[in-house]
């Protein structure tokens, strides 16, 4: 069945360092991929996705983009901030498994200042 | 901006109790997901639903029902609390196809 595999955390940051959190899939056909972002107390947002090969998504100066061959979408910032401390979760969805959302375990991410 | 309201942020119910979950969204999704969100074991799908009176069962439904008698509706039923069930409860709604839009969570603790 699908699979999202992700870095597990925390990862603890300084403010303006390079992010990066890792996520690779396994799965039938061709999946859509999302990130969600989980701050403290509250449910999941979702950040950004893309829906085919080589798709770029962003939002909020965070990036993803899916690679097909190496079946990852990584999560990348340039400069973080203290406001993006929060968990991060890696999900995709396939028509296979009925569009069913399946998560990776997250990724808790502190930005210190 | 698609809105998914859970009732409750926080719960407090005893063991064997009875309990409802209550999840609305205003968007007209045709599906709707609980989830339960645990330290290290990430989000589980419990129920979802693709419409009304449509229910499929997710990976650890044991313990729980659900009901959906009204398309922006879906009610998460604890039969029996036990104290295993003390979690974070996570509705969401989406279109086929598309992400899901979380609700905020309700975190219930079962004494």
């Known amino acids: 069945g699908d699979s999202v595999t992700q870095m597990e955390g925390p990862v603890t940051l300084s403010e303006e360092a390079f992010l990066t959190i890792n996520c690779t899939y396994t799965?039938?056909?061709?999946?859509?991929l999302f990130w969600y972002v989980q701050y403290p107390g509250e449910g999941l947002q979702l950040l950004l996705k893309?829906?085919?090969?080589?798709d770029k998504g962003s939002n909020k100066g965070f990036e993803a983009t899916y690679r097909k061959e190496t079946t990852s979408f990584h999560l990348e910032k340039g400069s973080v901030q203290v406001s993006d401390s929060a968990v991060y979760f890696c999900?995709?969805?396939?028509?296979?498994?009925?569009?069913?959302?399946?998560f990776g375990g997250g990724t808790r991410v502190l930005v210190k200042p | 901006d698609v809105k998914v309201t859970q009732s409750s942020r926080y719960l407090v119910k005893r063991t064997g109790e009875k309990v409802f979950l209550e999840c609305v969204q205003d968007?007209?999704?045709?599906?709707m997901f609980w989830y339960r969100q645990d330290p290290g074991l990430g989000l589980r799908l419990i129920y979802f639903?693709?419409?009304?009176?449509?229910?499929e069962k997710g990976d650890i439904p044991e313990g729980y029902s659900v009901s959906r008698e009204k398309k922006e509706r879906f009610s998460l039923i604890l039969e029996s609390a036990s104290t295993n069930q003390t979690s974070m409860y996570l509705c969401?709604?989406?279109?086929?196809?598309?992400?899901?839009?979380f609700g905020s969570g309700t975190r219930l603790t079962v004494v």
């Open positions: 799965a039938t056909g061709y999946p859509s």
């Open positions: 968007m007209d999704h045709e599906n």
């Open positions: 639903s693709y419409d009304v009176k449509m229910k």
């Open positions: 999900a995709l969805s396939s028509k296979a498994a009925g569009n069913k959302l399946t």
């Open positions: 969401a709604s989406s279109l086929v196809g598309n992400g899901y839009t």
């Open positions: 893309a829906t085919k090969a080589d």
